[in-house]
């Protein structure tokens, strides 16, 4: 051990000095010596070690509409940091310089903040919560928790931008800090999550069911790849899924793709595609679907889902028009679903 590393948390012991890892759904078992899936955590003699919570590799300040979220604390700034290393292999993932650089340069770089001096950050750039994110959260974990709990006594709430392959366990350890997620549902193919990410669709089905019978608030984003999960029929399952199983407050944003890392050679997607997916959500029961990635379209803003009301209006990441008064709509009194605090714009 160095000081490079820090005691993973949950995982087992097993024999022959073998560990079994229980922070995400590949559950690695992981001989002496050896990585996990992710490249960022280690058996070293038997025990489990994390190799990135002292690398943090990125860190500003963003509109919490930029994870997006856009029913917990619009208006606000969000603390956002992230360390390098992820447990998929997207191969259109949009920060793959930092997710994939364990993989592919065997390197972990970042530097040393405390939790502290994170939680500090965040409270002089006036920010209201911290977002893990940019690479996988739940695989930088231990940093994440000591930044979150003492986060939350300062005031600050916390924020997962995730894929979604957590384990009930590890949702179980985060909410004594986690607040509001945004997951990934990358497709509703098993055979796109194999293909493209390395990965299974059933447990990131199961984390979201897991995410949304708890308090954390959950939002959902579906990146919308030309030809690969823009059916009809794939919407249609998807969004029946969210409607029904997590339920029809749950804000589901359909982003626009543009080509990049290992699908340059591919075309965004098409404006026509995401209105029909708009379409769709709404059709199969949803209260609330954004597109995304198109600054300016007419489907950014928050509407009453009972009298049609505007009730925030957006363009981009910037805040318009509030009307949101106690999370009710002013003009009906219907509830608005999320958490809100007093708007602020910037």
């Given at each position: 051990m160095d000081n490079k590393t820090h005691k993973a948390v949950l995982w087992n012991a097993l024999d022959h000095q073998a560990v079994q890892c229980k922070l995400c759904s590949f559950r690695c078992k992981i001989a002496p010596g050896e990585l996990?899936?992710?490249?960022?955590?280690?058996?070293?003699?038997?025990?489990l070690f994390s190799?990135?919570?002292?690398?943090?590799?990125?860190?500003?300040?963003?509109?919490?509409?930029?994870k997006p979220l856009f029913h917990f604390q619009p208006g606000q700034r969000s603390?956002?940091?992230?360390?390098?290393?992820?447990?998929?292999?997207?191969?259109?993932?949009?920060?793959?310089q930092i997710s994939q650089t364990p993989r592919r340069q065997k390197q972990i770089n970042g530097q040393n903040y405390t939790p502290q001096q994170i939680v500090d950050s965040a409270i002089a750039q006036q920010c209201r919560s911290i977002s893990y994110t940019y690479t996988e959260p739940t695989i930088f974990m231990e940093i994440a928790a000591d930044c979150g709990r003492l986060a939350r006594q300062k005031g600050l709430a916390n924020v997962f931008v995730s894929n979604g392959y957590m384990t009930a366990e590890a949702i179980d350890y985060a909410r004594d800090f986690l607040d509001a997620v945004n997951v990934d549902l990358k497709a509703f193919t098993n055979d796109f999550y194999r293909d493209m990410c390395k990965a299974s669709l059933k447990p990131v089905l199961?984390?979201?069911?897991?995410?949304?019978?708890?308090?954390?608030?959950?939002?959902?984003?579906?990146?919308?790849i030309p030809g690969l999960n823009d059916s009809n029929q794939e919407l249609k399952q998807l969004a029946g899924f969210i409607a029904d199983e997590l339920g029809p407050d749950v804000p589901?944003?359909?982003?626009?793709?543009?080509?990049?890392?290992?699908?340059?050679?591919?075309?965004?997607?098409p404006t026509e595609t995401l209105v029909n997916a708009y379409q769709i959500g709404k059709d199969a029961g949803l209260h609330y679907v954004y597109v995304g990635n198109i600054p300016g379209c007419?489907?950014?803003?928050?509407?009453?889902?009972?009298?049609?009301?505007?009730?925030?209006?957006?363009?981009?990441?910037q805040l318009g028009q509030y009307n949101i008064i106690n999370a009710a709509c002013p003009g009906c009194g219907a509830k608005?679903?999320?958490?809100?605090?007093?708007?602020v714009t910037f």
């Open positions: 996990g899936i992710c490249q960022v955590r280690k058996n070293m003699d038997g025990a190799l990135n919570y002292h690398s943090i590799c990125s860190a500003g300040i963003d509109p919490i509409e930029k603390f956002s940091i992230s360390t390098m290393g992820c447990n998929f292999q997207c191969d259109f993932c949009q920060n793959w199961e984390t979201l069911k897991k995410i949304a019978a708890t308090d954390i608030w959950l939002e959902v984003t579906t990146l919308v589901w944003h359909v982003s626009r793709f543009h080509p990049t890392f290992e699908r340059t050679d591919a075309q965004p997607t007419n489907y950014e803003s928050t509407y009453c889902p009972d009298c049609g009301n505007r009730l925030i209006e957006r363009v981009g990441y608005v679903a999320g958490k809100y605090l007093d708007p």
